[in-house]
């Protein structure tokens, strides 16, 4: 959940100015298709049955922001400017318009509501809670890059969720679109009819009409009762600075106006009600909202956490049932946060803090560093969400930050004679070191793990698999997507694989041996034992907390050799030798040396026995032992900077 709301509302008027009485008589179909503008939006013209909620969901860059752009412009929510200008309007932050990616959930709000989704699988947390809100989906899928693996993934939790899906493939006017293959592929992986899959080019606006009528024809309108107590459904939250928490709700029952009393059946906390509203595209106070609708909502809430994720808010006196809520956010990847300069620690504390405050999904905690000095230990839902949330940083707040190697929670079982007890450890310096005789306190220690798909051209079968074994994948398996006889078929790969090994550069390894073609999604699935290991890495016979690493035991001697040529191209050079070490318990797994700054001290002599110079050589050799026993290594910021942003 990050940055700050992207909603729009798709306001769908007449445009000839009828009374409201001939309106009602039309069908709903035409009120829903044809649009003009209106500076007021009175909402008790909208019953449910003139309603739609729709979200669009599918695998990243296959056109959702571009598809949400083309809709706002045919039913005039947003101006139609000239051919391409519209560019992802519900994509408000810096970060989204540089990636071309949606990182935060958005509503569009209307008779048709439109709630536009994340396509990043570290985001999956965000769809589920915009399909809550919703009784239909649009599925898309690129004409020509076929089903992807996050379209797997945002299928079923729509029909999970029982939502009507409306298949939708984009792009058909691409040179390598194959619109026919492609709805096979659909027909095979969904169980969808090739004759429903509507035919789209978000970009260039063509089929954009039927994609407004099938929305209108066959998503169902949502359901409530005008008369039945207010029921509230809280699936989304913000922070205005001035206003406190926005909310925003779907009203599943009664009638929410300005000056109301509400409770918080998670909280049992009461408010008032100061401020209401809709998105059209941006917030437009109403008097009023009803069964089916949903919009935004300010009641002088002071702190962010109040807002919990999945609440049921109803009036003063009046209690109901609470909705089914959602599973919290539970953060996948873990890193610490600090300043580059020591000194603004307290600056980028209070960054976070603020951060944190439209995005939800972060955890935080203060930790400490003997080499980095104090900073912040944050869990995210995945590595992209780590990124983003970094850049957010700089963009927004003008940070300069060292964030180090990402890593799993783990699951250490300690065992005494109090029983056994669980620890959850997300920082490589708080794992205890599985080799000494001393931890036999230590019953069994777990790693996170996922079960991933990948979908791959037939020809990248090879590499896949050889890929996924490198990483520790188990069980194995795969079906093919397209039609026997093909000529490039497409093919599934499922596996279950360490959450550890796909933080790194599993991603990368993935394109780059691809190029470029497959897809790659996965979902929690718990937690199973494995040896693993804390590595330590010595400057000098002196740890590094900040560099300490958890590995798989298979993996110890590749990645400390690779970790110690890395520290031994940043770090600087001293008065005196320097051995750097990455060791396992007691044990040495690697070791470079970095060699000392030393001065010609024969330069000045001239003639006489070789021995002279060696008395010289010896002088000096000894002089730099007597400072290796008592020098330390300072390990610049940059250095680590260097270190922890370097893949390679």
């Known amino acids: 959940m990050l940055g700050g709301w992207r909603r729009a509302c798709l306001e769908v008027f007449l445009k000839q100015p009828v009374a409201l009485r ?89 008779l048709l509501n439109l709630i536009d989704t994340p396509g990043h699988v570290d985001f999956a947390w965000e769809v589920s809670r915009s399909l809550a809100a919703c009784q239909g989906a649009l599925l898309l899928v690129d004409a020509s890059q076929g089903v992807q693996a996050q379209s797997l993934s945002v299928f079923h939790a729509a029909k999970e969720r029982g939502l009507t899906i409306i298949p939708v493939l984009n792009k058909i006017d691409l040179p390598a679109a194959q619109p026919e293959r492609v709805a096979a592929q659909m027909q095979g992986t969904f169980g969808i009819d090739p004759k429903d899959v509507l035919q789209i080019s978000a970009k260039s606006g063509i089929g ?7 929305i209108i024809k066959r998503i169902p309108p949502p359901s409530g009762d005008i008369s039945s107590p207010l029921k509230a459904f809280l699936f989304d939250s913000s922070y205005d600075r001035y206003r406190g928490v926005i909310s925003l709700v779907s009203i599943q029952g009664g009638v929410l106006k300005k000056g109301d009393r509400i409770a918080s059946c998670y909280t049992r906390k009461k408010y008032e009600v100061t401020e209401l509203g809709i998105m059209y595209p941006e917030e437009v106070p109403t008097a009023e909202l009803r069964p089916g609708q949903v ?34 956010a539970k953060a996948m990847v873990y890193a610490g946060v600090y300043p580059v300069d020591s000194n603004d620690f307290l600056k980028l504390e209070e960054s976070i803090k603020r951060l944190t405050l439209t995005d939800r999904s972060v955890e935080v905690a203060r930790e400490s560093s003997t080499a980095l000095g104090q900073g912040c230990r944050l869990g995210f839902l995945g590595t992209l969400h780590m990124d983003v949330f970094r850049q957010r940083l700089e963009d927004e707040y003008d940070a300069s930050v060292i964030i180090t190697a990402p890593t799993v929670p783990y699951k250490v079982v300690y065992k005494d004679k109090n029983g056994e007890r669980v620890v959850i450890v997300s920082n490589p310096t708080d794992f205890p070191d599985t080799t000494d005789g001393m931890t036999s306190k230590v019953k069994e220690v777990s790693e996170p793990v996922v079960r991933a798909t990948i979908i791959v051209p037939e020809e990248y079968l090879g590499d896949m698999m050889e890929l996924c074994f490198s990483h520790r994948a188990e069980e194995l398996d795969h079906r093919y997507l397209d039609a026997s006889g093909a000529l490039s078929s497409r093919i599934m790969l499922t596996c279950t694989m360490p959450l550890s090994e796909i933080v790194t550069d599993f991603f990368d390894r993935l394109k780059s041996r691809s190029s470029g073609f497959a897809s ?69 797994i690697a070791r470079e040396t970095l060699s000392a700054m030393r001065a010609d001290v024969t330069a000045g002599l001239y003639g006489g026995h070789y021995e002279r110079k060696l008395k010289h050589l010896e002088n000096q050799k000894e002089g730099k032992r007597r400072m290796k026993r008592i020098g330390t290594v300072d390990l610049p910021q940059e250095a680590f900077f260097e270190i922890l942003s370097s893949k390679t």
């Open 520 to 588: 790659f999604d996965y979902e929690d699935a718990g937690y199973k034992p494995s040896n693993l290991v804390k590595m330590t890495f010595l400057l000098n016979g002196k740890p590094v907390d900040a560099l300490a690493l958890i590995v798989h035991r298979s993996a110890e001697q590749e990645v400390g050799r690779a970790w110690v040529k890395k520290l031994h191209k940043v770090i600087p050079r001293q008065l005196f030798e320097v051995p750097i070490q990455a060791t396992v318990g007691k044990k040495v």
């Open 208 to 214: 954009i009409e039927s994609v407004l009528q099938a």
């Open 22 to 110: 001939a309106r009602r008589q039309l069908s709903t179909s035409a009120v829903l298709c044809y649009a003009s503008v209106r500076n007021t939006v009175e909402m008790d013209d909208y019953p449910c049955d003139v309603i739609r909620n729709f979200s669009i969901i599918a695998h990243i860059d296959h056109g959702k922001s571009t598809l949400a752009d083309r809709l706002l412009e045919l039913t005039g929510t947003i101006e139609k400017k000239e051919k391409g200008m519209n560019k992802q309007v519900l994509d408000k932050l810096k970060v989204e318009r540089e990636r071309g990616i949606t990182v935060k959930a958005q509503t569009a709000r209307y």
């Open 295 to 328: 919009g935004f909502i300010a009641c002088n809430m002071k702190e962010s956490s109040e807002a919990h994720v999945g609440d049921t808010l109803h009036r003063v006196g009046a209690p109901v049932e609470p909705m089914p809520g959602f599973k919290p």
